[in-house]
């Protein structure tokens, strides 16, 4: 299983920005899918957005499409999601986790991850 650990999280107004790392101790991320999941204080985990490990493929579930953006940097061994126009059910906790380069697919959403981070909490509120 690899270590891995989410970093950004925070607290911002209605409509603002933040930017989530995921990174891994000692390894590369570059072969490996990379999901980012959420968890809403009494609601069941919901994946956000995902990206593959070969062709770079990227997938938005609803909530995120148009305006969170998932991208990786090689050479940081880092994925990231970049949530703008930030709303209070935004809220939760966010994870990331990694499986097998082709574990993200646009046909379906898999939840199967083998190795998950710890959470970084975000909070949208006025």
């Known amino acids: 299983q690899l270590q891995l650990a989410e970093s950004g999280g925070g607290l911002v107004h209605p409509g603002g920005s933040l930017r989530l790392s995921c990174a891994a101790s000692g390894v590369t991320l570059d072969y490996y899918s990379i999901a980012w999941f959420r968890q809403a204080p009494g609601k069941e985990r919901e994946g956000v957005a995902c990206i593959s490990g070969s062709e770079e493929r990227t997938v938005y579930r609803d909530a995120a499409k148009g305006r969170f953006t998932i991208s990786r940097d090689g050479a940081k061994s880092t994925v990231y999601l970049q949530m703008n126009s930030l709303q209070p059910e935004d809220t939760g906790v966010y994870y990331c986790?990694?499986?097998?380069?082709?574990?993200?697919?646009?046909?379906?959403?898999?939840?199967?991850?083998?190795?998950w981070g710890q959470g970084t909490q975000v909070t949208v509120s006025s």
């Open positions: 986790a990694a499986d097998s380069y082709s574990h993200c697919t646009s046909y379906v959403w898999r939840m199967d991850y083998g190795s």
